[in-house]
């Protein structure tokens, strides 16, 4: 059965070390008062948790599933196979080939699998949570209401002229 006061969005990583990009997510949800859960899920160290995780995700109430991971990014393709939930893949920046590796790892799924990839590190961490959020917006009018202020309040933000 679905847990109705469950966070609607799970983050998940491959690594401890992804979480400084991964953050990024997290706050961006925070700001729009989206509770989520961050957990380590690695498709190369802890392979059933990956499974557990993803073949339970829809029951435990999750909405929206941001994945993050570096180098050999197999975990947001992996995670959207097991699946019905969308998957926003972000690429983590990885040391030895500055995050391409990852980036090109998550974004050319097979047709019929789809993950939705953001941008090469935090930028892309942040654009998920963003994004994880239009998404529950769609049903959500309070946080609808809440999205636009925030759009509204970035473009305020932005000077006319540089200082
Ligand atoms: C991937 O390997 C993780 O997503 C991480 O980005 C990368 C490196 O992991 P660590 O060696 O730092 O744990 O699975």
């Known amino acids: 059965m679905t847990r109705s006061d469950a966070p609607k969005v799970a983050i998940v990583m491959g690594s401890q070390s992804d979480w400084a990009t991964m953050k990024c997510a997290a706050e961006a949800l925070d700001k729009l008062g989206v509770a989520h859960e961050a957990r380590i ?41 097991m699946t019905h939930l969308p998957v926003l893949g972000v690429p ?21 699998i789809p993950v939705g990839t953001l941008a090469i590190g935090e930028p892309g961490a942040t654009n998920a949570g963003l994004l994880a959020a239009a998404i529950l917006a769609t049903t959500d009018p309070a946080l609808a209401e809440r999205l636009k202020a925030f759009r509204a309040a970035q473009t305020d933000s932005v000077a006319e002229r540089p200082q």
């Open 41 to 81: 899920v690695s498709a190369h160290r802890t392979p059933q948790r990956l499974v557990d995780f993803a073949q339970g995700a829809a029951d435990a109430g999750f909405k929206v599933i941001i994945a993050g991971a570096g180098g050999a990014a197999h975990l947001p393709g992996m995670v959207a196979s």
């Open 92 to 112: 983590v920046q990885s040391k030895a080939l500055s995050g391409q590796d990852s980036l090109l790892s998550i974004v050319q799924m097979p047709a019929g």
